[in-house]
Nanobody, 125 residues
Framework: QVQLVESGGGLVQPGGSLRLSCTVSGLTVGYYAIGWFRQAPGKEREGISCISGSDGITYYRPSVKGRFTISRDNAKSTVYLQMSGLKAEDTAVYYC??????????????????WGQGAQVTVSS
């Protein structure tokens, strides 16, 4: 059984930093692509970052590139999203996502069949 458990969300001031963690069980983190998505109120869920399986190539949406960093620790079966320079528009519920067949990154939500429970990130002064 595949499970994704997220942690690390919270309230942060503009310009601050947070690190989200996604611990995966039942799936080899270093083999399959793992993505981070977010959903702001009234908006669709969008992919913002991804790390591909095996080669570990990372991808970012322009809105977060240069501020967010995705990484993984295969030994801990955990994928991280380090977020810095946070802005009010980064406020959203953040989800990690995995697939048991996808090895290259995709922004398509339907390409991932396992999702974390979501972590609220609120950027406000």
């Amino acid at each position: 059984q595949v499970q994704l458990v997220e942690s690390g969300g919270g309230l942060v001031q503009p310009g601050g930093s947070l690190r989200l963690s996604c611990t995966v069980s039942g799936l080899t983190v270093g083999y399959y692509a793992i993505g981070w998505f977010r959903q702001a109120p009234g908006k669709e869920r969008e992919g913002i970052s991804c790390i591909s399986g095996s080669d570990g190539i990372t991808y970012y949406r322009p809105s977060v590139k240069g501020r967010f960093t995705i990484s993984r620790d295969n030994a801990k079966s955990t994928v991280y999203l380090q977020m810095s320079g946070l802005k009010a528009e980064d406020t959203a519920v953040y989800y990690c996502a995995a697939s048991d067949w996808l090895r290259v990154c995709s922004w398509g939500r339907n390409d991932y069949n396992f999702w974390g429970q979501g972590a609220q990130v609120t950027v406000s002064s």
